[in-house]
Nanobody
Framework: QVQLVESGGGLAQPGGSLRLSCAVS????????MRWFRQAPGKERELVAG???????NYADSVKGRFTISRDNANNTLYLQMNSLKPEDTAVYYC???????????????WGQGTQVTVSS
């Protein structure tokens, strides 16, 4: 069973920084696109940023210039560096990835369990 294990959430002050990590729990064959989503209380889950296996990135307009998504392909780990945090960034952040577990399989979509980010003074 493949799991995505997130870490790095917590409490930050407005203007502060946090770095989220997401690691794949077992050996797998290939990862295609990796993404970060977030869901604030009472709101729908939204895409924050995505990154391809080749390193191409895209961001939600609300985080452009403040957040940076990156990945370590050798260690199957995804990161989200969050700077200049705002109270409206408060949400549960979820890691998401398209993973091929074995060479003969298709890519399947997996979710992490989520990590809470709270931005407050």
């Amino acid at each position: 069973q493949v799991q995505l294990v997130e870490s790095g959430g917590g409490l930050a002050q407005p203007g502060g920084s946090l770095r989220l990590s997401c690691a794949v729990s077992r050996r797998i064959f290939s990862i295609n696109i990796m993404r970060w989503f977030r869901q604030a209380p009472g709101k729908e889950r939204e895409l924050v940023a995505g990154i391809s296996s080749g390193g191409s990135t895209n961001y939600a307009d609300s985080v452009k210039g403040r957040f940076t998504i990156s990945r370590d392909n050798a260690n199957n780990t995804l990161y989200l560096q969050m700077n200049s945090l705002k109270p409206e960034d408060t949400a549960v952040y979820y890691c998401n990835a398209d993973i091929m577990v074995y060479a003969s399989n298709n890519y399947l979509n997996y979710w992490g369990q989520g990590t809470q980010v709270t931005v407050s003074s």
